[in-house]
């Protein structure tokens, strides 16, 4: 089954180009830096920088991918014999053509607002179903969550700082940074709503069981 067609987004651009998804350009992307990368390496290389604010993929899923971008043009392959004697990898490389598309789409593609679903949010929005430990436990595994990514964002940028090739990619993780600190400290603030809800509550059932006036 071939890939969808469709014309290019310039004016005048009477080439046709496939109407790919935007985990394919995620992966052609880690490829426009122009090394050649075998599936595992992709793998962690998204590991590394994309995870943190798009994508965490499956080797399957990557590979899925490859095969799409090879089947239109856009990355070549080949196999290498290992130095360990294992058996030949197949490595992956950006055609001419892989990184022109993969420009345009960067300049022309209209940015999509991200879509938010905090599984976090969606437990304390069924709240009353919970008991308050629970909730409080549920934002306290979170806050650790996102502290621990904010850490791993901020180490991994202050290495991507040290190519000047990946300087775009370290704004990005230093963005990162800045959003799971922001995660961690709502999971603080809510954590502290939680605490003042609590203390109403208990505030007005003292004051219903205080003594009636005759």
């Known amino acids: 089954m071939t890939e969808k067609k469709v014309r290019g987004a310039r004016a005048g651009d009477d080439a046709e180009r496939p109407a790919l998804p935007a985990t394919s350009w995620a992966v052609l992307g880690l490829l426009s830096f122009g090394e050649e990368l075998s599936g595992y390496d992709l793998k962690k290389w998204s590991d590394?920088?994309?995870?943190?604010?798009?994508?965490?993929?499956?080797?399957?899923?990557?590979?899925?991918?490859?095969?799409?971008?090879?089947?239109?043009?856009?990355?070549s392959s080949r196999m290498v014999a290992q130095e360990t004697g294992n058996r030949d990898k197949?490595?992956?490389?950006?055609?001419?053509?892989?990184?022109?598309?993969?420009?345009r789409w960067a300049r022309e593609a209209p940015v999509e607002p991200p879509v938010l679903k905090h599984g976090v949010m969606l437990r304390l929005w069924l709240g009353h179903l919970l008991e308050a430990d629970q909730m409080r436990e549920v934002l306290g595994r979170h806050r650790e969550y996102a502290e621990t990514m904010?850490?791993?964002?901020?180490?991994?940028?202050?290495?991507?700082?040290?190519?000047?090739?990946?300087?775009?990619?370290?704004?990005?993780?230093?963005?990162?940074?800045?959003?799971?600190?922001?995660?961690?400290?709502?999971?603080d603030a809510m954590l502290?709503?939680?605490d003042e809800m609590a203390d109403a509550e208990a505030a007005d059932a003292a004051g219903d069981e205080g003594p009636k006036r005759p």
Request: net charge positive; glycine share 4%.
């Open 150 to 187: 904010r850490r791993r964002a901020e180490a991994d940028a202050a290495g991507a700082r040290a190519d000047a090739a990946w300087a775009y990619p370290s704004l990005a993780l230093k963005w990162s940074e800045r959003y799971y600190a922001s995660e961690r400290d709502l999971a």
């Open 48 to 75: 590394w920088s994309l995870r943190f604010f798009y994508w965490s993929p499956s080797f399957s899923q990557i590979y899925g991918e490859l095969k799409r971008l090879e089947k239109v043009g856009y990355v």
């Open 192 to 194: 502290a709503d939680l």
């Open 90 to 103: 197949r490595v992956y490389v950006i055609t001419d053509e892989g990184m022109a598309a993969v420009r």
